[in-house]
């Protein structure tokens, strides 16, 4: 690709100068998308698919990394594109326009208006991965029988190590000595390494708990369970590891966390002081399903306001973007929405203490759109507002 030339989606999500214009509001990046957009008006819903991603996957205050977007993009994308198979089964893989050698315009796929928005979404999703594919396979550690962060644990806890046992039928308050807070239910064990102040902040967890964890950047927290492991840098989160049950979870309360299978977290990462894995943010959870070996991230059956701060639900004659993005703030929950599509939509509506999903119910009815919970974002359909 040509220095600040842009043929495809991709090389939209792969552009550091794009990326500099979305997230950082960089003014040279905003001045030449601008004119990039009037000399190139046929692919503006190439932009406006891109900029919906990225928005989507760095809301709030929990931005995600590049290497956590490509993650998150790929997972939605194979979920959007899983929806109507059929759909797509006639269709060639590319974009909605098409283009010959010479640069002229062949025409569209033919994919009908009113799914447009969702086969972007898709394709998007997917492409932005590309970015740093390259970065992800040439650092990436492989696993392997000498590499597996769980054995090592293990060996480390084997001889001198802290237990908690919590046999009663309360919950019993823990508090390590890094500050850290735990709340061990009954029936659960909690083991650390006694070298735990001084080296790894790593457990092991048998049954349920909910930790508070005290945010140390160069010293992640770590806990494993007999099926997954879960890594932060400090944050709140509950996790459920039953040894006889047929499924293992972890809930965020607040901030973010990364969560692999047990099997596939390597001393690498658990000594690298960044998030891989499945990076799980506020009212996000993933279940593990235990027979089957699969990973599923979702929205928590009532998502909770995010934070203490207090939000105006009150709309009269606000733009629906507004109005998505207040919900998004408010709940911390990505969503993808097209600007475009809804730029001529508008809402009015007081809102107060009805449930999340309450209020989008109400939002999508007023504009006549849709909306479906996929990999945990929120995905909105919409054919726009007639005026």
Known sequence: MKEQEFNSIDDLLASELFRKWIIDKDEDAATFFSQWIDQ????LEWVA???????????????LTSQEINSEADRIQEKILSLNPPLYANEEPGYLETWNDDGKQQGSKGIPLFYRTRYV???????????????????KALPASNNNAYKAFMQETEHKSFEYNNNSDAEQHIVLSDGSEVVLEKNSRLTYAANFSSGKREVYLEGNAFFNITRNPERPFIVYTQTIVTKV???????????????????VKTGKVSVFKRENFTST?????TLKGMVVTPNQQVIYDILNAQMNKSLVEKPALANQTTYNFDFDDTPATEVFKTLQSA????????????????????????????????????INATYEVIDGTVVISSKGCKG
Request: glycine share 8%; charged share 15%.
């Open 40 to 43: 190139n008006s046929a692919r």
């Open 49 to 63: 698919t891109a900029k919906g991603i990225i928005e989507a996957l760095t809301q709030n205050n929990n931005r």
């Open 121 to 139: 979404a898709g394709m998007a999703a997917c492409l932005l991965m590309i970015a740093g594919i390259y970065w992800y396979f040439s650092n």
């Open 233 to 251: 840098l400090g944050t709140s989160f509950y996790v459920k590891a039953n040894t006889k049950a047929e499924t293992a979870s972890v809930v």
């Open 269 to 273: 990462d658990a000594g690298s002081t």
């Open 331 to 366: 709940y911390g929950v990505p969503m993808l929405l097209d600007d475009e599509v809804l730029a001529s939509c508008t809402i009015s509506a007081s809102l107060g203490n009805e449930p999340f999903y309450e209020k989008l119910r109400i939002i999508c009815k007023i």
